[in-house]
Structures are given as structure tokens and as C-alpha cells.
């Protein structure tokens, strides 16, 4: 064998171990990050085609005037909508400060037997900001928000 057929076969190798290992790091990335994902519904989609109770996901849409009730400790109630549907959200924790009817709302967690159990609520930072898939779920069902973050049904 020539020295030149030897560095071919090498050079072949070095590239297939590398694909190999490139596939594999990838499927284990892959594989890690799949309960990471978790993908945003509006409440009308959460209502149409309501996920398996196993599905952490996130919704969000608008708190509805005058359906938060407090239960006896740090357990809550509200619906949230995004003007043409409303799920229940059932929440135990501390709510953010600028949690409050009216306002826009994210809330992590699982739906089951009609109700949504949020593990996690994200309330607006400030008075001039609502989360981005809130604005576009609330936009497809003819809800105006105004620059300002404040919704004005149509």
C-alpha cells in the first residue's frame, strides 16, 4: 500500500467517526430538549382541539373581567380569553404584582377535565407591553390592541 492510499483511508475514517458522532450529539440535543418545548394555544384552539391532559403547553390570552376568585390560600381561579372563547385557569403560588383582570396573561401548565392547571403565570412587565402571542391570538379573533398593550374588543 502507498503512503498516499493510507491518508485517503484515514482521512475516510476521520470524517465517518465525525458524522457519527455529529448524528448522535445531535439526537441526544434532540432528545434532551423535547420537555423543554412548550408551545403556545390561544383559548378558542385549547377549546376546538383540547391537547392530551399528559401536554405541557402554554396559554394565554386576556383575564376576563370579573372571574378571579380566591380560594383559601394561595389558590386562585380565572379565565382567561381571548374574546371568543375562555378556559378556567386553576393556579396555587404567588401571582406576579401586575397580575390583574383585564390584563394580558401567559400561564404555563396542563389541561385536564376542562380545566387548565398553570404551574407558572407570566403577567405583563409593564403598562406598555403584552406578550407577543397573546397580541396575535387576540388580533386573529378581531380584538384590537393598541400600542399601549390594552385590548379594545371590535
Given at each position: ?88 385557569v386553576q393556579y396555587t403560588g404567588v401571582l406576579p404584582d401586575l397580575f390583574g ?54
Amino acid at each position: 500500500m502507498s503512503l498516499m492510499s493510507l491518508k485517503k483511508r484515514r482521512r475516510v475514517q476521520i470524517i465517518a467517526i465525525a458524522a457519527v458522532a455529529l448524528v448522535l450529539s445531535s439526537a441526544i440535543i434532540g432528545y434532551a430538549l423535547r420537555d423543554g418545548i412548550n408551545y403556545f394555544r390561544s383559548p378558542t384552539q385549547v377549546v376546538e382541539a383540547p391537547p392530551a391532559p399528559s401536554e405541557t403547553f402554554r396559554i394565554g390570552g386576556l383575564v376576563e373581567e370579573g372571574s378571579l376568585v380566591r380560594d383559601q390560600g394561595e389558590t386562585v381561579k380565572f379565565r382567561v380569553t381571548d374574546g371568543n372563547e375562555a378556559v378556567t385557569v386553576q393556579y396555587t403560588g404567588v401571582l406576579p404584582d401586575l397580575f390583574g383582570e383585564g390584563q394580558g396573561v401567559v400561564a404555563l401548565g396542563r389541561y385536564a377535565n376542562g380545566v387548565f392547571e398553570a404551574t407558572e403565570i407570566l403577567a405583563k412587565h409593564d403598562e406598555n407591553y403584552m406578550p407577543k402571542e397573546v397580541v396575535d391570538a387576540l388580533k386573529e379573533q378581531g380584538i384590537y390592541v393598541d400600542p399601549n398593550g390594552q385590548a379594545n374588543g371590535s
